[in-house]
């Protein structure tokens, strides 16, 4: 009889996997970090090949392992939602979720598949628009929760800031549009926090500079960088392929970092609502983990 396959092994294996760290994982999955450990070598032993490799400190999956993760996904959300099938008490219902597109492409995936792996039942409708428009949509009762760019001066008190990175210049990888006298810049609307903290860091450095192109769309904006028309900020989430990073020693100032808040709505309340605001929240921390490995 071929051996069965430990499906608590295996949801640990998983949050190893996500959280880059037994430590983490251990307190994801209410163990202590011994008794991981041991459900890992015995998963090794039921598999019959070795799935960690250590580096340093730290454990990395080898190529089997990377293997057995995508299996491992697989049979856990097929375990959780077949028991969601059969639970009557399982959240159901409507979210409206509101995100800036400077971070969809990068925190959207990760927040949306796991709260559908939780929560198989709930309908959710993405709002992609700036942080000012999100804002007045909340105030209008039109979402239930968003994540935006945190303004202190603006802080509405119903923030939570979730995410720290630090706010960097850019320009294409193949042109050198960062060296010409007058830099060309490729900005967000006036209101923009970013595009204020570009132009007052650029003025006091003595920089000259002009904006050519001016848009609240990232994709826009992202195109005048990469095809060497401008120079831009973005945060180190926000990066693209195409893009270089302009530190000081290429001449450019520092910049204030950039903080990323959770708000809720100020009117609605439900377990739906605090439900998506912890995957919003451990899913970021999992993107954290995942950058600082890249």
Request: glycine fraction near 4%.
């Amino acid at each position: 009889m071929a051996p069965v396959l430990d499906l608590d092994q295996l949801r640990t294996f998983v949050a190893i996997a996500e959280s880059g760290s037994f430590t983490r994982a251990a307190d994801a999955v209410h163990k202590t970090q011994s008794a991981v450990s041991m459900q890992m070598r015995r998963l090794e032993e039921r598999i019959g090949r070795p799935i960690f490799s250590r580096d340093g400190r730290q454990s990395r999956l080898t190529e089997d392992g990377e293997r057995l993760l995508a299996y491992a996904r697989r049979i856990v959300q097929l375990n959780d939602e077949t028991l969601a099938a059969f639970d009557e008490h399982e959240l159901t219902g409507r979210l409206r979720f509101g995100i800036p597109d400077d971070y969809a492409d990068r925190f959207l995936p990760e927040i949306l598949a796991r709260f559908a792996r939780s929560n198989p039942r709930v309908e959710v409708t993405v709002l992609c628009q700036p942080t000012a428009m999100l804002i007045d949509s909340l105030k209008a009762g039109e979402l239930d929760a968003a994540i935006i760019t945190h303004v202190p001066s603006k802080a509405s008190g119903n923030e939570q800031v979730v995410r720290r990175e630090p706010l960097l210049w850019v320009t294409s990888a193949r042109h050198s549009a960062h060296e010409v006298d007058v830099l060309p810049l490729a900005l967000g609307q006036t209101t923009c926090c970013w595009r204020v903290a570009a132009v007052d860091a650029l003025s006091n450095a003595g920089r000259p500079h002009r904006v050519l192109y001016s848009s609240w769309n990232s994709t826009a904006v992202g195109a005048a960088v990469t095809a060497g028309l401008a120079v831009s900020v973005l945060p180190e989430s926000a990066l693209r392929p195409g893009m270089r990073v302009l530190s000081e020693s290429d001449g450019f100032p520092r910049l204030p970092p950039c903080e990323i808040s959770l708000v809720r709505s100020w009117q609605q309340n439900s377990q739906l609502i605090d439900a998506l605001c912890e995957h919003v929240v451990s899913s970021l921390d999992n993107l954290s983990v995942a950058m600082a490995a890249e």
